[in-house]
Structure formats: structure tokens, C-alpha cells
């Protein structure tokens, strides 16, 4: 009974990602000057607080798979340790960084993706979309690893009503895939670019880039429309007509032309920093995505967290709406054979602190 009570809530959370207007993701990638790579990204859902948590997973941790119906699908144990960011349950991570430098992440992608359906006889290599990041970091040290992994199993939804999800996986070699499943089908894209946001496809967005073609960064030159001299009010005038609204689309766009147009960071630290910089630009005001009066919930931001991970040098970073402070997990300081399973909230204080200045 408690396992069919755990699955009935579930269903109800990742239902209502679905509908719910208020879910996004934005990624981007970053490179230093000695050609770190530094994967940042956004978590955004306006509809609850998604309890979030970070994740330490050992070598030689098993896990089941959630499936229609209960938690008898795949089982599946760690053959590298992981740190991943959880939402809503511990099992759910949604970003992570395993011990190998496998980088792994799920993004929202409603009305776009369809997963094969659930066949029972295939309980034993079905493992549930919410889980897959959580299986990959434990199973594979590259890329080529995951697209070899994924040929191996199914991917399937938990209840047929929620939305789907499409997934980033990158490594240190600087190479870097997205997966979505089509039809039933798994398509993976090399992402070059290193921008992801939902739906529509990863493809119709590097499509859709070619209508900005006329955008640079810097400013406009001057010039007379017949006697009448024009010039720009302000800086920045290359990139007037920009999308500024927080659809996935015009999010791609931005992330893509703020993210090429960055200055190269001498440092991988610095980069990380640039990272949460340009991702200022992408955090979502609770207020915008539902109608006047009808916001579900009391939270500081759409955006509940933001993260930044250094695949070279195995660390991840993130801060939250409640504490903008970065925070970071060093996986070279954790034994992965030795350290035990664990989930600890991000926020213990889900409070912006404040620190006084005593001026004397």
C-alpha cells in the first residue's frame, strides 16, 4: 500500500509538470582559455517548491526503477560514484556529475517527445525517464558509453499523462550529445552549440537561429534616413530584436548569443562564475507564467536552482532561489568506495540571508 500511495503522488507531481505552464530549463556551455568546459543550467517550476536535494551515490549503490504501477522495473547498481541534484524525490536527479567526468542532465520537453509504451514484459530493462541520469552517471564513463547503454533498455514514462523529457550528456572530451525519443524512437543529436531549453526538437532550434542571422554584439553605426539622422540610444544596439520572453525558443536564442558572445575566462572557476552570470539573464519571476491572481504558490522564483559543472576538475556548483550564494561539491575529495548513500535538503534555511554591515 505505501509503495502504490508513493507512485499515486508521484504521478500527480509529474502530471502536473506537464500542464503546468511553469516548467523550463536553460543550458549552456562555457570554455576557459586552458579549454575547460563548464555545463551551467537552469531548473525552473512555478507550481510548487520542488524540495530539492543533493545526491552522493557510492560505488556499489543498487536502485530500482520506478514503472506503471510501482517500483519493480529495472534494478541497477553504480558502477562509478556520482553526485547528482535531485527534485521532488531523492530518486529523481535531474543534473549530476559521476567520478569519470560524465556530465548528465533531463530538461523538459512536453508535447514533443512520445516514449515507447510500457510493455510488463519488459519490466526487468525498464527504467523510468526520471531515472535515467541517475542510471547513466552510475553506468557510463563517456558518451559513446551512454549511446551504447541506451540501446540496452527502455525508457518509459511513469504515467502516460506526464510530460515527456529530453536529456544532455557530455564529457571530458568536450563532446556533447542530446537524446530525445521520438515516436518511440531515440534520436541523438550532437550538440556543438552546448545551448539547451525545451521543447520544440534540439534540431527546429538550430534552425530557428538562422531568423537572427542579423544580430551582433556591439553597437550600430549611425546613419541618415534621407535628411534625418538615426542613431542608437544605447549600448548593445547589434542586439536589438532579441527575444526577450521566456518561451523555450526565445530562450535558445538568448543563451545561444549571450553564451558565444562572452568574454573567455582565463580559469575554470572564473568560468563557472561567468556561467551564473549569464544565467541571471534566464531566472523566471514566479508571477509571469500564470494568470493575474492565480499564482499556485508562495516561492521567491520560477527558477529554484541554478547550476554550473566542471567535468575537468570534477566539481559541480549550484545555488538556489532561497540562497544565491554558490556552493560547490569537490567529487576528488569523496571516496566513493567508502562514503555512504546519502540526500541532504540544498536549503536548510529556505531564506535569502542578509548580512548586516556594522558601520562604527
Not at 515516436?183 to 534540431?203: A, R, W
Request: glycine share 8%.
Amino acid at each position: 500500500m505505501k509503495k502504490q500511495i508513493l507512485t499515486m503522488c508521484l504521478a500527480a507531481t509529474i502530471i502536473s509538470a506537464g500542464t503546468n505552464k511553469a516548467n523550463a530549463c536553460t543550458g549552456i556551455t562555457l570554455t576557459a582559455k586552458d579549454s575547460t568546459k563548464i555545463l551551467a543550467r537552469t531548473i525552473e517550476w512555478g507550481g510548487s517548491d520542488l524540495n530539492s536535494q543533493y545526491v552522493i551515490v557510492p560505488r556499489g549503490y543498487t536502485a530500482q526503477s520506478y514503472i506503471p504501477g510501482g517500483i519493480d522495473g529495472m534494478k541497477f547498481t553504480a558502477k562509478y560514484g556520482y553526485v547528482g541534484l535531485a527534485v521532488e524525490q531523492k530518486e529523481f536527479i535531474a543534473e549530476g556529475l559521476n567520478e569519470k567526468g560524465l556530465s548528465a542532465g533531463l530538461f523538459y520537453f512536453p508535447q514533443y517527445g512520445k516514449y515507447e509504451d510500457y510493455n510488463a514484459a519488459n519490466k526487468e530493462q525498464s527504467i523510468s525517464d526520471l531515472q535515467l541520469v541517475s542510471w547513466i552517471l552510475g553506468e557510463c564513463a563517456n558518451v559513446e558509453d551512454v549511446k551504447d547503454a541506451i540501446s540496452k533498455i527502455h525508457v518509459v514514462a511513469i504515467d502516460p499523462r506526464a510530460s515527456t523529457v529530453h536529456w544532455r550528456f557530455a564529457d571530458t572530451t568536450g563532446r556533447q550529445i542530446v537524446l530525445e525519443i521520438i515516436d518511440g524512437k531515440t534520436v541523438f543529436y550532437e550538440n556543438e552549440l552546448g545551448v539547451l531549453t525545451n521543447s520544440p526538437s534540439f534540431e527546429w532550434h538550430i534552425t530557428n537561429l538562422n531568423n537572427y542571422v542579423n544580430l551582433f554584439p556591439g553597437p550600430v553605426p549611425a546613419q541618415k534616413l534621407g535628411n534625418t539622422e538615426l542613431s542608437q540610444f544605447g549600448a548593445g544596439g547589434g542586439f536589438l530584436g532579441i527575444p526577450g520572453d521566456v518561451t523555450p525558443p526565445s530562450r535558445f536564442v538568448r543563451a545561444a548569443f549571450y553564451q558565444t558572445t562572452a568574454p573567455m575566462q582565463e580559469t575554470s572557476e572564473e568560468t563557472v562564475l561567468q556561467g551564473f552570470q549569464i544565467l541571471n539573464n534566464f531566472d523566471i519571476p514566479v508571477g509571469i507564467e500564470f494568470e493575474r491572481g492565480h499564482v499556485p504558490v508562495n516561492i521567491p522564483s520560477a527558477t529554484q536552482w541554478t547550476s554550473a559543472t566542471d567535468m575537468s576538475n570534477l566539481k559541480i556548483y549550484f545555488r538556489t532561489m532561497y540562497n544565491s550564494a554558490i556552493r560547490s561539491i569537490d567529487l576528488k575529495e569523496i571516496d566513493f568506495s567508502k562514503i555512504k548513500y546519502r540526500a541532504v535538503p540544498m536549503d536548510t534555511q529556505k531564506r535569502q540571508p542578509v548580512f548586516d554591515i556594522k558601520v562604527k
